[in-house]
């Protein structure tokens, strides 16, 4: 189901944010300068009218605003899920753009600056005393979205409170900054169209012939629709990591579960939900990053470091690399990334995640106030209202995960998903954030690659999540020692053998934590080996170990939530080492018609930034004459070129007294005006042709031409300008109002 708001005038739906020294106020929009209205603005704007129509008892549910908007502190979310408003054809729209930025000219073209201005504009205002007179300092700029403009938010809510929504949509009718002073007019509207699910999930997965006990591994592709707060470190939670964790798929796996299976009884009475989400018989992999081609990316080795200020990489975990860098005496930094794809032995593909910064205002409780504010109760001073901001994980990425276990049980969480692919992750899911899309749900039996560690060699361990282990005492420590032990378990071998032999570590450590919903309180924190240490190990158990056993299996606690995952010899003895970023190519849309309003307004600025060039270039060469023209004569002659409409009405009026024709003489060479006789009078008459052809061929940038080229259907550029009289006569308008104005300003400075 979607909203569509009709902005019936400009509107500010405020970001929080501006642009130093510029603007003071500025609207949320993409990296390619298309704007978008965050779900959490228009939220609040409904909740508050669906208040006034509860307290009005105009709602046929009496308690709509709790049911359907929530409550502070509530232990479960609501079926309201709502996510942000996105202009007409915004997917189309990037996807060109997307395209285009593969082009260094079409990438010049569209600039975030050019876009932003096709859908907005600044206006600037004061604040004015009781004199008439502005204050100091009260100058301030706004971008502002251009009125008649559709966004659309896709929505979710229970069917039964549809009437009651529609209502509630009818009565909104303002939204944004400055609302009561003539801006954010919007009319709401809901549409029933639902989007189609991609083919079913669990038929995908029913075709494969695999025995109940046999353990199978499903690959999740996750594409995050709208912006992610997936948030699990201690003290920081409100800053997302770049990655979404396990534990937040379990979680929204088992919500799943709980609405479909459970039948309202209580979950951890249902056997199935025992079994895959309490007993830990399934394990949720971490979602990393992926690339083009769906493989996924792991957090970067600890071991692997860059030579400052150059672009020298080695991998400390070969001991020729240290003494190389010690004999040399090579300075080096470490983290020299987030995620990588480590292909071969030289080449690693390296990126990542995209965030940014959001800005949220909490209202108080009285709705007429619109900022923070404080309250006394009971002799305490108590602030209702805030101004806070989250870093999250910006939308439209790719992220690979992994669920492993038993088939019987997996073939259950294939299940899940029948009906639609949308899923919800991390928090404030209600409301602009957590949208995601199951693009693909592939399930098969675990790897038993061939790949094996010979007896007598070192292999280099790589953990490739959080890991948390406990020592005999059941105390957390991060001991690379504590993870060597669960190793030699895993193999078979006593706690204390020396079959596996530590050599040399590179660690780094992390405190994690996270919160469980159903309990509304946050989980016990614990220090975690963090992902991308490394422990070099010996084998002396007397025979070859298979590798995929060992990564196969995980380790520590907590193993279901996608911590203890390891790789082995993932990069051991690379050679010399190359880093490339991770590209991905996109497809020209085949449908460009909506872009032809963009593309128009995009040539439009650049054939006026063009006419303003040609109007300097002219005037330089003009002034080199050392000729001049009156001032008096620049203000008749601009009134004559602005008020007549087309090139007729200007030749019909630009016949002036002998005088005047001398002054315009002058111009005859720059503004390539044509001399005449009508009457046994000279006269000067303007031809367009000439100066579109002159302007087109000689000064207008190489891209407009590729352009055309780029988009047949958009025959707006070369061709148009030569034979539209009107856009013609406006360039030439833009032309000579430039051209006098540069004239005045010279008479001023001679003078």
Partial sequence: MKIKMELLSDAIPGSGEGLAGIIDGDINYDEFGIPYIPAKRIKGILRESARELEDAG?????????????????KNGTAFK?????????????QFLKSGSQSIELKKIFNREAILGHYSYTRSQTTINDNGVAEKDSLRTFRILKKGQSFNFEIDFPDGDKADFTNILHVTRLFGTSRTRGTGEIRLSLSETRSSSDASIGEESSELQMDDNDECSITLHIHNISQLLVSSQVGKTQESEDFIPGSFILGAFANKFISKCCNGNPPHENDDFKAIFLHGNIRFSNAYPCIEEKKSLFPVPLSIVKEKDKNNYFDLSDPKNIKKITDQKIQTKGRIGDFV??????????????????????????????????????????????????????????????????????KKITSLFNDRDVIYLG?????????????????????????????????VITLISDTILRNENGLNV????????????????PEDSKAIEF????????????YLGVWNMPKMQHIALA????????????????FRTLENHTYGCRTEEGFGRIKLDWHNKMKAIKFDDAKITYVIPDDLSPIIKLAEHILNRELETTVIKYAITQFEKFKARRDKISNSFIGRLKLLVNHSDTPDKLNENIRFSKQAFDQLAKLEKFWLLERKKENKKQIYVLNLNNFATKLMNNHAPAHIPELRTRMQELMIAEDTIKTDTKKQYKMFQLFANHFLTLARLHNREEE
């Fill in 58 to 74: 105009l709602l046929e549910n009496s308690n709509i605003v709790n049911e359907l908007f929530g409550e502070i502190g509530q």
């Fill in 82 to 94: 709502l996510s942000d408003g996105y202009v007409d054809d915004y997917n189309t729209i990037r």
């Fill in 341 to 410: 794809e480590i292909q071969g032995n030289e080449t690693i593909l390296s990126k990542s995640t995209a965030t940014e910064m959001e800005y949220h205002h909490w209202r108080p409780y009285d709705r007429s106030k619109g900022h923070p504010i404080k309250i006394v109760e009971n002799n305490t001073e108590k602030k209702e209202g805030d101004f806070f901001q989250f870093k999250v994980i910006s939308a439209d990425q790719h992220f690979t995960s992994s669920i492993t276990g038993k088939y019987c049980y997996l």
């Fill in 427 to 459: 928090k404030s899911k209600t409301a602009q954030y957590g949208k995601c899309k199951l693009e693909t749900i592939t399930c098969g039996k675990l790897d038993e690659s061939k790949r094996e560690w010979k007896n007598g060699t070192e292999a």
């Fill in 478 to 493: 991060a001991d690379p020692a504590l993870l060597l032990k669960e190793i030699l378990n895993a193999l078979g071998f």
């Fill in 503 to 514: 050599k040399r570590a590179f660690v780094d450590v992390k405190k994690v934590g996270g």
């Fill in 531 to 546: 992902a991308g240490s490394e422990i070099i190990c010996k084998n002396n158990t007397g025979k070859a170990q298979s």
